[in-house]
């Protein structure tokens, strides 16, 4: 029973550190791009867009399904990083425990 109760605790301090590491996600911001910069996303943790920068060049009223294939990409980049970042964050607050294949954790 010794060892049950060591479970219990060691899986309330992990859910309080993943409770933590939701709530710092907000406040992180990753920027992807697209056409070497000329579209940038900036996005929080969560993978919320938070800002998007387009430089003039790209911006052509006549061809507007080239702006938004550039945007998505954009944001294809920056979420690959977020999804980086919590990867990382999530392996150093388990102690390098790794989830099974195809296992993401819910944020």
């Known amino acids: 029973m010794k060892n049950i109760g060591n479970m219990m605790k060691q899986a309330q301090q992990m859910q309080a550190k993943m409770q933590e590491m939701q709530a710092s996600l907000e406040q992180v911001e990753v920027t992807g791009q697209s056409a070497a910069g000329m ?51 999530t392996s150093k607050m388990m102690g390098g425990l790794k989830l099974p294949p195809g296992m993401k954790l819910p944020f």
């Open 39 to 89: 579209v940038v996303v900036t996005v929080n943790g969560k993978s919320e867009m938070k800002k998007v920068k387009l430089d003039k060049s790209v911006v052509d009223p006549e061809d507007v399904e080239v702006l938004e294939d550039l945007i998505v990409a954009a944001f294809n980049d920056a979420k690959k990083k977020v999804e980086q970042h919590v990867a990382e964050e």
